[in-house]
Nanobody, 119 residues
Framework: QRQPVESGGGLVQAGGSLRLSCTAS????????MAWYRQNPGKQRNLVAS???????NYEDSVKGRFTISRDNAKNTVYLQMNSLKPEDTAVYYC?????????????WGQGTQVTVSS
């Protein structure tokens, strides 16, 4: 079963940094948009950052200037560099791959990785 696989979560103090990685094998990776979402218990899963196949990026307002999304197509991997972390960044972070299928697309989700920021 094809599924993106995240890594890199953990516990960090406020002001610290973490880098999340997501590897997606079995896909034509370079042709697909990738994104990171986050979710807390009982809350909606929200978009954090996205990167299109052409490398263009988009960020949720609260992470602009602190987080950077990037991709390495040769490694089938997308990254989320998170700097100046705040307690409110605490969440389970999910990798999303949007497989292009002509005029439609199909989403694939990773299993999630916990990020905890202590104050």
């Amino acid at each position: 079963q094809r599924q993106p696989v995240e890594s890199g979560g953990g516990l960090v103090q406020a002001g610290g940094s973490l880098r999340l990685s997501c590897t997606a094998s079995g896909f034509t990776f370079s042709q697909n948009a990738m994104a990171w979402y986050r979710q807390n218990p009982g809350k909606q899963r929200n978009l954090v950052a996205s990167i299109a196949s052409d490398g263009s990026t988009n960020y949720e307002d609260s992470v602009k200037g602190r987080f950077t999304i990037s991709r390495d197509n040769a490694k089938n991997t997308v990254y989320l560099q998170m700097n100046s972390l705040k307690p409110e960044d605490t969440a389970v972070y999910y990798c999303n791959l949007k497989e292009a299928l002509g005029i439609t697309s199909r989403p694939y989700w990773g299993q999630g990785t916990q990020v905890t920021v202590s104050s």
